[in-house]
């Protein structure tokens, strides 16, 4: 039995008994669900005949008026490190490169010397089976994988199409597509279970370049190899690979600490003669999922947070009525709560001025809050990565002060004040007249990949040199990491 389900001028049908998430996911129009649908996170909320309900927690058991959050743009970031092209001779047609993470992908049409002729990009439509990576590879070991590849297919094929239109260029132009993903995204496009990720050692599978033809990912893509990037851990993928290239800090004399924060957290310390690859399971605190009133850094997010006449002082992108707080907010929020004296070094807030269901919570503006657990989830994301920063300098036998440069890729790398990232210890004080954001990395590299043969040998010595650091098997990290989730006695 079916029932109707009512959205604007969309007549939907939800099958009797099942979960109105499951529904909406299979129309396309679900909204986010961080949690991947255990009723935790409260993100997937809509309206059912004038009640606000969660989806994932509301069955289908009547015809339904529904409501739902416009869809909120997020600002995704495309723009990379500056790096020169210089593309192999024999390229005859035009080239995608794509990036594609756990949150938002971003597709660069080149042509054939390289030159970047359109750009195009899009939020994952895999974030309604779970905002990390751990949800999502649970929902594809729970039945879900076919369909979760066949909607990252058809979304990256949206972008593909999307900027070949642009360019005004056939898709059957295009010669080489090279992609960057973590090993989850890039398992869950080639349909491969990510089973391996689910249990230690966590392998990795992809890792050897290699080439298949495109069409059989991309049906629009006729003419196209595929380049499969390696991976390499099972938490360290193509992505990092293509930070590492892109930013060329394996060439280096110097030490170079890259970091590149998302739903997870991955980190690479060295120069050319040793280099260190790591993960930490920062989790998707630092991109507002499971902070109380945390959302993506899109319109009506607090994105900046400042202390004025002894109150905080918010920025709101759009200029809008804060709706939420982002990363970049959040990491703001917690800097000036700790120069003030809001909470102390071990993250308790001192003077609450309000409760949450009886937690303890700061407002930040007269409805925007941050609870107890919210701090809490922060010190926990930020504990994994200075943990991991540590431990990954004991095993390269260097101080905190020998490095040279500190790289942050990614959109929280380019949106975050390294002041206040330093403030509360997400990064080395110390370090902080080193930091330098270097945008989309990960992007860059793609576009190096699909370009050059030569880059694609380079990224294929690199993943057998490069040294992977499983920080959880080292024998210090508990107390490293737990040591590490207190704050910085001496606030910057
Ligand atoms: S509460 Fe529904 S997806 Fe998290």
Known sequence: MKYAIQLQNQTLYGEAGECLLETLRREGVAPDAPCGGKGTCGKCKVTVNGQEVLACQTIVDRDMTLERPAAIAASILSVGTDISISADDNIMGNLIAIDLGTTTMVCFLLDKTGVELAVASALNPQGVYGADVITRIQAALDGKQEEMCTCVREGLSKLIAEVCKKALVSTGSIQRIALVANPCMQQLLMDISPKNLAKVPFSPILTETKTIPAVSIFPICTNAEFLIVPDLSGYVGADTMGCIISTEMYKKETITLMVDIGTNGEMVMGNRDHMIASSTAAGPALEGANIRLGMR?????????????????????????A???????????????????????????????????????????ED????????????????????????????????????????????????????????????????????RAVGN???????????????????????????????????????TFGKQTNFPKEAL
């Open 297 to 321: 850094g899109s319109v009506g997010a607090i994105d900046h947070v400042t202390w004025k006449d002894g109150r905080p002082k918010v920025h709101v992108i759009g200029d809008t009525k």
């Open 323 to 365: 709706v939420g707080i982002c990363g970049s907010g959040l990491i703001d929020a917690v800097a000036v709560m700790l120069k003030n004296g809001i909470i102390n070094q071990r993250g308790r807030i001192q003077s609450a001025q309000t409760q949450f269901e009886g937690e303890r919570a700061f407002l930040l503006t």
């Open 368 to 435: 925007i809050y941050l609870t107890q657990n919210d701090i809490r989830q922060v010190q926990l994301a930020k504990g994994a990565i200075a943990a991991g920063i540590e431990l990954m300098a004991k095993q390269l036998g260097i101080k905190l002060t020998d490095i040279d440069e500190v790289l942050l890729a990614g959109a929280f790398g380019s949106f975050i004040d390294p002041k206040s990232a330093c403030t509360i210890g997400l990064l080395p004080p110390i370090l902080l007249p080193r930091i």
């Open 441 to 479: 990395a990960a992007g860059s590299g793609a576009k190096l990949l699909a370009v050059s043969k030569e880059q694609q040998a380079l990224s294929d010595k690199l993943v057998k040199e490069i040294e992977f650091l499983e920080l959880a098997s080292v024998p210090d990290f508990q107390r």
